[in-house]
């Protein structure tokens, strides 16, 4: 199985601030990598697909990035309601693995 | 409007067995693949498995950790997807819940997301 290592597990920031996220996976994954939002109590929803191409409907401050094994997801300016929990996908191959998510927290 | 909903979830002892259902709707259940994930505390999110299409065959997918104790089923008479969960261990306590997969430029994307069901295994 391939493994997707988050880093950090979770992070402090403030309304305003730049966010990145990077998810490591054990081999390469091309660019079948996905980012989603969950928050407490919720199911999780995807934002990125592709690694890189944003879902409908999810706001323009969420970009990502990256090909192979490393990516990163960016907030460029984290607002209130982005404080939650994100976890990557790939979805290369099955079975699909999740990294262990990133808790973003408000300062 | 997409709409998954999950039933069937509790308490159940070792080695029991449970059935869960998902009940679609607000779009083409037939022609779309269905996946089961959990959430659980020791794991986080994991993939369970994947039901494809009748047209294509009905072909099913699990994972490791599940493979020959969980069974995926589909009634598209019914729009219903099926979890069927045999030999229960503690280490299945978790929330399921039943995905939607959509095709964007060749990507598949896990889309939509039920609610999840809480299923605990414990004596």
């Known amino acids: 199985d391939i493994q997707m290592t988050q880093s950090p597990s979770s992070l402090s920031a403030s309304v305003g601030d730049r966010v990145t996220i990077t998810c490591r996976a054990s081999?390469?994954?091309?660019?079948?990598l996905n980012w989603f939002q969950q928050k407490p109590g919720k199911a999780p929803k995807v934002l990125i697909y592709?690694?890189?191409t944003l879902h409908s409907g999810v706001p323009s401050r969420f970009s990502g990035s990256g090909s192979g094994t490393d990516f990163t997801l960016t907030i460029s300016s984290l607002q209130p309601e982005d404080f939650a929990t994100y976890y990557c996908?790939?979805?290369?191959?099955?079975?699909?693995?999740f990294g262990q998510g990133t808790k973003v927290e408000m300062k | 409007e997409v709409q998954l909903v999950e039933s069937g979830g509790g308490l159940v002892k070792p080695g029991g067995s449970l059935r869960l259902s998902c009940a679609a709707s607000?779009?083409?259940?037939?022609?779309?693949?269905m996946d089961w994930v959990r959430q659980t505390p020791g794991k986080g999110l994991e993939w369970v498995g994947r039901?494809?299409?009748?047209?294509?065959?009905?072909?099913?997918d699990y994972a490791a950790p599940v493979k020959g104790r969980f069974t995926i089923s589909r009634d598209d008479s019914k729009k219903a997807l099926y979890l069927q969960m045999n030999s229960l261990r503690p280490e299945d306590t978790g929330v399921y819940f039943c995905?939607?997969?959509?095709?964007?430029?060749?990507?598949?994307?896990?889309?939509?997301w039920g609610q999840g069901t809480l299923v605990t295994v414990s004596s």
């Open positions: 995905t939607a997969l959509s095709t964007f430029g060749g990507f598949i994307v896990t889309s939509f």
């Open positions: 607000g779009f083409g259940f037939s022609g779309t693949w």
């Open positions: 039901i494809k299409t009748e047209a294509g065959g009905g072909a099913t």
């Open positions: 081999q390469s994954t091309g660019i079948y």
């Open positions: 592709g690694a890189s």
């Open positions: 996908q790939q979805s290369y191959i099955t079975p699909w693995t």
